[in-house]
C-alpha cells in the first residue's frame, strides 16, 4: 500500500514546531544531548538507548529511540521504528530534528525510513492495518552543530518520499499472489504506472515472441495458463547522459516446472518477481526524481507450470541470441528468461545493462538475507555498485566469476546447459556465468548481474523491513544511477 505521508520541512526550531509526538533519536547511548528532555523518567524506566531500544511517553509526547550510531541507515532504521510504534496510537502528526552528517542528507534518510516503516501489506485481511500519521514535520534544528540550507533539506526530503515510496510500490508488487497478480495483470499495471510518470510503455505477447525467436523465454512459458508477457518502458528526457538498461525477472509463480519444488519450497515462489517489482520501483523513482538519464525498464514475465504442454529436463531449445541450450532442470527457469530478455535489451545499445533476480537458493545460502549478489565482467564497475551500500542501507557483495565455473556449463547436445555439472554447487555464480554467455563482447564491461533471492523475501522482520517482500535493489541502484552512471 502506498501511504500518503504529508513531510515538510519547518523552519521552526524542534520545540517551536507543533505535533503530537517528537521523534527522538538516541545515537550511541547518548542520553546527554540537548533533545533528550526526560533524563529522569527515562532513568527510572531504566532506558539505557540502546540499538533499537524504544520508549513511548505519551504525557511528554515524545518517543525516544536507540540507534547504533549516525549513519544514514541507523536514521532511517530509528525512524522506521518510531512510526511502527505510533501508527497504532491515535497520533496524527511527528516531529523530528535533522540528524546526521549533513542535514539534508539527513532529512532524506528519515524520510525513507518512516514511508518504509509505515509499510503494511493488508490487502487481503478484514482488519485493516492502523495508520493515523498523515502529517510529518522535519523541523530546522540540526542534531549535531551543521548549517541547514532550506532548500537542501526540502530537496532531501521530496527525494526521499519518491525513494520510500518506490520501494513500497515493488513491495506491493511481490507482495501480491498470484491469483492477483499473473503475467497479464503485471503487464497492466506496468502501464499504468507508464501512463501515471508520463513514460512510454510497450506490451508483447507470444506472437511478438515468436517472432523473435526467443524460444527459452518461450519454453517456460510452455505449460502456464497465462501468456508471457515482455514488458518494455522508456523513459527518454531531453537531456540525457547515459542509457540505462534495466532487465527483471518477473516468475510470478516458480512451481520448478516438471523438476518440481517441494511444498516448503514452493510457498514463497509467489514472489519469484523481486526482479520485475525492483526494476520497475527504480524506474518510477528514476523518473520522479528527473534523473538525467535514459531508462528502460525490461520484465519477462510469465509463471513456470507443470502441465502436458511443460517443457522438460532434457528439452534443447533456441535462444534469441541463436545459442542452443540443454535443459537439465527445469527449476533453473529465471535464467532462461533471462537470456533472451538481455538479449533483447543489448539491441538498445546500453552504456549500463543491469538485471535483477531472484535467480538461486545458492546465493540465499551463501550471503544470507542481508546480502545482494553482484556478478559480471567488470570489477570496477561492479565495486562502484557495491560501494553505494553502506549510504542506501542495501548491502551487497561481488561473487567473482572464474573460469572453471564456466567449464562446467558445457553441455554434450547444446551450445550450453541451463545449470552447472556441480548442480548447486557455486549455483549463484554458475548462474551468472550462464547469463553471460548471453551478453555480447561489445557489452561484457557494461553489464552487471545482481542476485537478490537473499534479501528480496523477509521472513523474520529485520531493519525497517515487515514481514514479505522488501523492494530489494530499488535504493541500491538509484544511488548508483545518482552517484555514479551518469559519469
Ligand atoms: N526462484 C528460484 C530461486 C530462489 C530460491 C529464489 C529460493 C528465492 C528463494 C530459482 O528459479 C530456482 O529455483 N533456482 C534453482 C536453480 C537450480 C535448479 C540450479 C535453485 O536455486 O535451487
Ligand atoms: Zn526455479
Ligand atoms: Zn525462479
New binding site residues.
Given amino acids: 500500500m502506498i501511504i500518503n505521508m504529508n513531510l515538510t520541512y519547518s523552519p521552526k526550531k524542534l520545540s517551536q514546531s507543533k505535533a503530537d509526538c517528537e521523534v527522538v533519536l538516541v545515537s550511541d547511548r547518548n542520553l546527554k544531548h540537548k533533545w533528550v528532555r526526560d533524563a529522569a523518567v527515562l532513568r527510572q524506566l531504566d532506558y539505557k538507548g540502546e540499538d533499537g531500544e524504544a520508549v513511548y511517553l505519551p504525557d511528554r509526547k515524545r518517543i525516544y529511540v536507540g540507534i547504533a550510531s549516525l549513519d544514514y541507515d541507523e536514521i532511517r532504521q530509528g525512524s522506521a521504528a518510531a512510526i511502527r510504534q505510533l501508527k497504532k496510537y491515535r497520533i496524527k502528526s511527528l516531529k523530528i530534528g535533522l540528524y546526521g552528517d549533513d542535514p539534508a542528507a539527513g532529512a532524506q534518510a528519515a524520510a525513507e525510513g518512516f514511508i518504509l516503516g509505515g509499510y503494511e501489506f493488508d490487502e487481503f485481511k478484514k482488519e485493516k492495518a492502523k495508520n493515523n500519521i498523515s502529517r510529518i514535520v522535519l523541523a530546522a534544528d540540526a542534531y549535531k552543530a551543521r548549517p541547514i540550507d532550506p532548500q537542501a533539506v526540502r530537496e532531501g526530503i521530496k527525494a526521499g518520499k519518491i525513494i520510500g515510496e518506490s520501494v513500497n510500490y515493488a513491495r506491493d508488487l511481490v507482495n501480491l499472489p498470484t491469483s492477483a497478480l499473473n503475467s497479464v495483470e503485471l503487464a497492466e499495471r506496468a502501464k499504468r504506472l507508464a501512463k501515471e510518470i508520463k513514460a512510454e510503455a510497450r506490451v508483447y505477447g507470444k506472437d511478438f515472441l515468436e517472432k523473435e525467436g526467443m524460444g527459452a523465454f518461450l519454453a517456460v512459458n510452455q505449460a502456464s495458463a497465462c501468456p508471457p508477457r515482455l514488458i518494455h518502458l522508456s523513459h527518454r528526457p531531453a537531456k540525457a547522459d547515459k542509457r540505462i538498461v534495466l532487465v527483471g525477472k518477473g516468475?510470478t509463480y516458480?512451481t520448478?516446472g516438471l523438476?518440481l519444488?517441494p511444498t516448503k519450497?514452493m510457498v514463497?515462489?509467489k514472489m519469484?518477481m523481486g526482479g520485475a517489482g525492483a526494476v520497475l520501483g527504480i524506474f518510477r523513482a528514476a523518473v520522479l526524481l528527473g534523473l538525467p538519464l535514459e531508462i528502460h525498464a525490461i520484465i519477462g514475465a510469465t509463471d513456470n507450470a507443470i502441465g502436458r504442454h511443460a517443457y522438460r529436463p532434457g528439452d534443447i531449445l533456441r535462444s534469441r541470441s541463436g545459442q542452443t541450450i540443454e535443459v537439465k532442470?527445469t527449476?533453473?527457469?529465471?535464467r532462461l528468461v533471462l537470456a533472451d530478455c538481455l538479449n533483447y535489451a543489448q539491441d538498445l545499445e546500453p552504456d549500463y545493462i543491469l538485471d535483477l533476480a531472484?535467480?538461486?537458493?545458492?546465493c540465499?545460502v551463501g550471503l544470507g538475507h542481508y546480502t545482494i549478489g553482484a556478478l559480471g565482467y567488470n570489477e570496477d564497475l561492479i565495486k562502484t555498485i557495491v560501494a553505494e551500500g553502506k549510504a542506501s542501507g542495501e548491502q551487497a557483495a561481488w561473487l567473482p566469476f572464474n573460469k572453471y565455473i564456466k567449464k562446467s556449463l558445457k553441455s554434450k547436445v547444446a551450445d550450453i546447459s541451463n545449470?552447472s555439472q556441480d548442480?548447486?554447487i557455486g549455483?549463484a555464480i554458475s548462474?551468472g556465468m550462464f547469463l553471460g554467455a548471453f551478453i555480447d563482447k561489445k557489452y561484457r564491461d557494461n553489464w552487471v548481474h545482481l542476485d537478490i533471492?537473499g534479501p528480496?523475501?523477509v521472513d523474520k522482520p529485520w531493519g525497517y523491513h515487515p514481514y514479505g517482500a522488501s523492494g530489494s535493489g530499488v535504493r541500491l541502484i538509484l544511488r548508483w544511477l545518482e552517484n555514479s552512471a551518469n559519469k
Avoid at 527449476?331 to 529465471?334: P, Q
Wanted: glycine share 18%; no cysteine; charged share 20%.
Fill in positions: 516468475l516458480d520448478g523438476s519444488k519450497g514463497l515462489m519469484d532442470n527449476d533453473a527457469e529465471g531472484t535467480l538461486t537458493g545458492a540465499l545449470i548442480e548447486q549455483g548462474a533471492a528480496s523475501l
